[in-house]
């Protein structure tokens, strides 16, 4: 195969993704902007969290609540639990590495928060740890997988969520939970602050 041909391959593969998660999750992406807007909308917060490459979309996303996403607009209130790099250390050093989300979010975590977990890679007994922690705090789940994902959905409740890319591609799963993140942000914004850009 020329360069070429993989780069187009590499697209293609992609687009194809792109348009399955469309089809497939159009009305659950919908629940879960709807999810996030009650809570903010509650004075609750967003927690966010992911391993290795996940870490970068949950942190993306809790940048867009604060900051901004298109246009501007009043900081939303969220926290990622993968930004405290001595945070993650101590407690994986004196506990256990399988306790670093669960721990912050019993300190950090509150009744009707909503928690946003994006995982690529398949299933990883901290987040396991952390899904249990958020339940028994009564803290909904937002759950971003792909298909190969089979542990964490059957943890889930009935107020949870899950989002699952149609593919075993690591790359093509943190593709479609890119977008979806961008599909949320928009969402959210115009559910809260309106459809207008300013």
Same mark, same amino acid.
């Given at each position: $195969?020329? =360069?070429?041909?993989n780069?187009?391959?590499q697209?293609?593969?992609?687009?194809?993704?792109?348009q399955?998660l $469309? /089809?497939?999750?159009a009305?659950l992406?919908?629940? #879960?902007?709807?999810?996030?807007?009650?809570a903010l909308l &509650?004075?609750k917060?967003i927690?966010?969290? @992911?391993? &290795? @490459?996940?870490v970068?979309n949950a942190?993306?996303?809790?940048?867009?609540m604060?900051?901004?996403?298109q246009?501007?607009? !009043? /900081?939303l !209130?969220?926290? *990622?639990?993968?930004?405290d790099?001595? $945070?993650?250390? *101590?407690? #994986? =050093?004196?506990q256990?590495?399988?306790?670093?989300?669960?721990?912050?979010l019993?300190?950090?975590?509150q009744?009707?928060d909503?928690?946003?977990i994006y995982?690529?890679? @398949?299933?990883?007994?901290? =987040?396991?740890k952390?899904?249990?922690? #958020?339940?028994?705090?009564?803290?909904?789940?937002?759950?971003?997988i792909?298909?190969?994902?089979?542990?964490? !959905?059957?943890?889930?409740?009935? &107020?949870?969520i899950? %989002? /699952?890319? !149609?593919?075993? *591609?690591?790359q093509r %799963?943190?593709e @479609?939970?890119?977008?979806?993140t961008?599909c =949320?942000?928009d969402?959210?914004? /115009?559910?809260l602050?309106?459809?207008?850009?300013l």
């Open positions: $195969m020329s =360069l070429q041909n780069i187009n391959h697209i293609t593969e992609s687009i194809q993704t792109q399955l $469309m /089809s497939d999750t009305e992406i919908e629940f #879960a902007a709807q999810q996030i807007v009650n &509650a004075d917060k927690l966010t969290c @992911g391993n &290795a @490459g996940a970068a942190q993306y996303f809790t940048t867009i604060i900051n901004r996403y246009r501007e607009r !009043p /900081s !209130p969220a926290i *990622s639990l993968v930004n790099v001595q $945070m993650l250390t *101590s407690i #994986a =050093l004196t256990h590495y399988d306790d670093i989300f669960a721990k912050q019993r300190a950090l975590g009744a009707a909503v928690l946003l995982s690529a890679e @398949g299933s990883e007994l901290n =987040l396991v952390l899904i249990n922690a #958020a339940h028994d705090k009564q803290i909904s789940v937002i759950l971003l792909g298909e190969n994902e089979t542990t964490l !959905p059957v943890l889930l409740n009935e &107020a949870d899950c %989002i /699952s890319v !149609p593919s075993q *591609s690591v %799963i943190q @479609g939970h890119l977008l979806i961008h =949320l942000c969402l959210i914004d /115009s559910q602050f309106g459809n207008q850009l």
